[in-house]
């Protein structure tokens, strides 16, 4: 396998996290190989100011990446599955799928114990027509408004009190080491998480047949 692999990784202190736990397996795999992390930067970091469903959805978040891949320029990426959309460039494949973190909807809220302690007109944000939709199914009466950003830039909202809670993915906290910032946890029944929510996927060449067999440890069957 080669000496010095480079993996293709949005800016983002989660995206961050993930490739960094990425890299540091394949190096305590193979000793003496080299990790490097490029960071891109994709059209969904850039547009903040709009909800994510009326320019483009998922793939707002990997083309940009892709692109890096198909031009040689990185050789994997390392993507939240919840964010892939479902077809992908001829040549590229979701090669490894690793264990599936938490795959639940977090509640967060810095005066509310749960979703059923809000008080009526509370201002609840959340990105996700998903999630919006079961919130409105669940608590019609709250005030259910778009928040966009990263992670950490979400949580600064929500402590700035433009919210007076948010919803964000349990996996994503975890990461982070917050998941002490959750308020309470939706169940299944409650809130359906996104298709793959809480796993990670690598994404590389279908011709790249070596640094996928150099990878495969990293692969979880249950999840996949």
Request: net charge positive.
């Amino acid at each position: 396998m080669r000496k010095h692999i480079k993996i293709g990784t949005r800016g983002s202190l989660l995206a961050l996290a993930q490739s960094t736990m990425i890299k540091k397996q394949i190096e305590a795999q193979h000793p003496g190989i080299v990790v490097e992390l490029v960071k891109i930067i994709t059209k969904g970091d850039k547009i903040l100011d709009v909800p994510l469903a009326m320019v483009g959805g998922k793939g707002l978040f990997v083309k940009e990446i892709e692109e890096a891949l198909l031009a040689n320029e990185v050789d994997l990426a390392v993507h939240s599955m919840k964010d892939v959309p479902s077809e992908l460039p001829d040549a590229l494949h979701i090669g490894i799928v690793t264990r599936r973190e938490n795959p639940h909807d977090a509640f967060l809220s810095n005066s509310a114990a749960s979703l059923a302690e809000l008080p009526a007109k509370a201002r609840i944000g959340t990105s996700s027509l998903r999630r919006k939709a079961q919130l409105a199914k669940l608590r019609p009466d709250l005030v259910i408004e778009d928040l966009r950003g990263n992670l950490d830039t979400r949580l600064r909202k929500l402590d700035e009190g433009r919210y007076d809670a948010i919803i964000l993915a349990a996996a994503g906290l975890n990461r982070l080491g917050l998941a002490k910032r959750a308020t309470a946890y939706f169940s299944a029944v409650e809130m359906l998480p996104a298709v793959a929510q809480g796993a990670v996927g690598i994404e590389l060449r279908k011709n790249d047949t070596e640094l996928l067999a150099g990878l495969t440890f990293l692969d979880d069957r249950d999840t996949a």
